[in-house]
């Protein structure tokens, strides 16, 4: 892997996992040190970062990590309905049923999942991501693809700001294999109810959670 690629996956997910919480400087002296590679890396390393809207020039002060305002979630989720309830709705009527139907049996144990380790809540969050693979598979359009993938890098910044509630989590394990279910069973609209109803919740969650902080 190039030092670049190094530096951009680690920033990268320092990011979204909140160790390098909004307003950070990215300083590339002091990353370059930390990462364990030259500055030019570390660079184009930002700047992919910057496009990708996890960073932002801030003038004087170099790049910064972004921040998650109210608006910018309102504004996600608008964007997140408009493409993950049509993406539902193909899954339903393109997709494998015995793909989704066993990702529907692995959601159900989920809650075994969701334990208090973050390892356990890793593994749990790793067959969420089966889900949206299969889904980004199933629906056979690399456009819409590509453009669940991009929203999904802030997506999952926003899931750590509502704080990994165990009681949401156990919620939106039910949800999603909800949506597993309807996509197996080749059912468009209830796939699309399924996603809404997900979509919904989770929303209300993050913000709740948000305004509390």
Known sequence: ??????AYS??????IEW???PGTVLAEVEQSERLGVSRTPVREALSRLTAEGLTTAAGGRGVVVTDISLESIDELFELRE??????AALAAERGEPGVFAELHSQLLLAPELLSDQDPARHEYYAL???LDDAIDAAISNAYLAN????LRVHLVRVRRLAADDTARLHAAAAEHAAIAEAIAAG??????????VHLHRSLTHVKATHTAR
């Open 187 to 196: 059912n468009p609209r209830l796939a699309e109810a399924a996603t809404t």
């Open 19 to 21: 160790r390098l919480q």
């Open 147 to 150: 453009a669940m993938r991009s």
């Open 1 to 6: 892997m190039r030092a670049s690629d190094r």
């Open 10 to 15: 680690a920033l990268r997910e320092d990011i």
């Open 82 to 87: 408009t493409l993950e309830v049509r993406a």
């Open 128 to 130: 969420v991501s089966r």
